[in-house]
Nanobody, 125 residues
Framework: QLQASGGGLVQTGGSLRLSCAASGRTFSDYTVGWFRQAPGKEREFVAGIRSGNTNTHYARSVKGRFTIARDSAKNSVDLQMNSLRPEDTAVYYC????????????????????WGQGTLVTVSS
């Protein structure tokens, strides 16, 4: 089971840190992705980190502002979001699959087998 947390209301230019925790799993064995869905829009890939190493991949819209990283002490994968913009407003979901994904597949939601419940991020202008 995945548990996403850390969402909230923040002003433009602010920061938030989302966390995706896994119960009953060794999260380092999993490829983990963050996706988001804004009202009236399709779900889109935000960032991903592959199992077994620290290879990461970002959507162009968040590259340089967001950072995905593992926290082994918490058995979680965190998404640090800086320089937030109103267009970052969405429900953010974490997803995971056991094992390795090639880089080009990290953004494909169909490749993930487990999903968290989502956490709402609202960026005010």
């Amino acid at each position: 089971q995945l548990q996403a947390s850390g969402g909230g209301l923040v002003q433009t230019g602010g920061s938030l840190r989302l966390s995706c925790a896994a119960s009953g799993r060794t999260f380092s064995d999993y490829t983990v992705g963050w996706f988001r869905q804004a009202p009236g829009k399709e779900r889109e890939f935000v960032a991903g980190i592959r199992s077994g190493n620290t290879n990461t991949h970002y959507a162009r819209s968040v590259k340089g502002r967001f950072t995905i990283a593992r926290d082994s002490a918490k058995n979680s994968v965190d998404l640090q979001m800086n320089s937030l913009r109103p267009e970052d407003t969405a429900v953010y979901y974490c997803a995971a699959r056991l094992g390795y994904l090639i880089l080009s597949s990290l953004g494909n939601s169909m490749e993930y087998h487990y999903w968290g419940q989502g956490t709402l991020v609202t960026v005010s202008s």
